[in-house]
């Protein structure tokens, strides 16, 4: 579906479509704002059209290639780019746009009221204490739930990486489709859900989220990070190859690295900008969290192994 933002192209500019991921704000949010303020200066239109999840959206994408839905898209990952080239998805090299980091998430009224430390580690989520207390996405289906994957076989490395997963299903991970499925629905932290799951993958700037749309407001994070789980991950965007107004597009991208775009991502996206002009909010800095060494995974290694690394999990996970 096409989400309500159609900032109305001018009669002598077009309307272009951006592709994207299905936690970008659909409402009049800052974001839409600034997407209006590009087509008042440019005369070229935006809309939105939402195409689930990270992981969902590629997966159309690559079906449509050369003949796209859309002229942009944004928001794929560096765990999914090799994907989206191997399906020549974008007409030339996509740009980086922001960065964050997937992390193990806490629900500290939990863990308080059972007196238990919460989990810092990847070694820690095998102890008895937090047996069926986590709950994960899917690799396959899940950006986040890839970058989780990743982040254990960057921690454990061939093979012993499977042996983790082995020992994580014996310890009682909950698996899902989805972030929304994991964080709204299981995890047991997040405002308004009605989970038992108190561990959930989630990101090092879902704290601050919590915080700045909390109701009643609230000045402190009702959940943390586990710091020693995260994985680096960088979304990038780029023009859809098959796009009818490639121009336009070149233009869009532009824009979605500039300042007046880029300012938005903190407290809409919940990402880092890669527009080092932009001062981040204090609510941002206060309450996410950006590990000393994040888990990383080489892009080649991700292009040559994902499907592989896919299979091999599901086998070991979902058997």
């Not at 001018?10 to 800052?30: H, Q, R």
């Not at 919590?210 to 586990?226: H, I, K, L, Y």
């Not at 932009?278 to 994902?306: G, K, M």
Request: aromatic fraction near 10%; hydrophobic fraction near 40%.
């Amino acid at each position: 579906p096409v989400g309500p933002l159609d900032t109305g192209a001018t009669t002598s500019g077009e309307t272009i479509t951006l592709v994207t991921y299905d936690s970008f704000p659909e409402t009049d949010t800052s974001l839409n704002d600034a997407l209006a303020s590009f087509a008042e200066q440019t005369g070229i239109g935006v809309e939105i059209l939402v195409a689930g999840d990270a992981g969902t959206m590629l997966s159309k994408a690559s079906l449509t290639a050369g003949n796209p839905e859309g002229d942009v898209m944004w928001g794929v990952d560096n765990t999914l780019l090799s994907a989206a080239n191997d399906a020549e998805v974008f007409a030339s090299a996509p740009v980086q746009v922001d960065y964050g980091d997937v992390c193990v998430n806490y629900d500290i009224a939990w863990f308080t009221e059972h007196e238990i430390a919460p989990p810092v580690t990847l070694d820690d989520l095998l102890a008895p204490q937090y047996a069926d207390l986590l709950v994960v996405q899917n690799p396959a289906s899940s950006s986040p739930g890839l970058a989780f994957m990743l982040a254990t076989i960057a921690r454990y490395g061939e093979p012993a990486w499977e042996q983790y997963w082995v020992d994580l299903r014996a310890n009682g991970v909950e698996v899902v489709e989805s972030w929304d499925a994991a964080y709204y629905e299981r995890f047991s932290g997040a405002a308004g859900s009605a989970g038992d799951r108190p561990l959930v993958v989630s990101y090092g700037s879902s704290p601050p989220a919590e915080v700045v749309f909390a109701d009643p407001p609230r000045s402190d994070a009702p959940t943390g990070v586990s710091e020693g789980t995260c994985f680096r991950q960088q979304e990038y965007a780029g023009v859809l190859r098959g796009s009818d107004h490639e121009d336009d597009a070149e233009e869009l991208l532009r824009f979605l690295t500039s300042e007046r775009f880029q300012r938005e991502l903190p407290l809409t996206l919940f990402v880092y900008p890669v527009n080092e002009s932009v001062e981040l909010p204090e609510v941002f800095t206060q309450f996410a969290v950006v590990p000393a060494d994040p888990f990383t995974v080489d892009p080649a290694a991700i292009a040559d192994h994902r499907e592989e690394w896919q299979d091999r999990w599901n086998e070991i996970v979902l058997r």
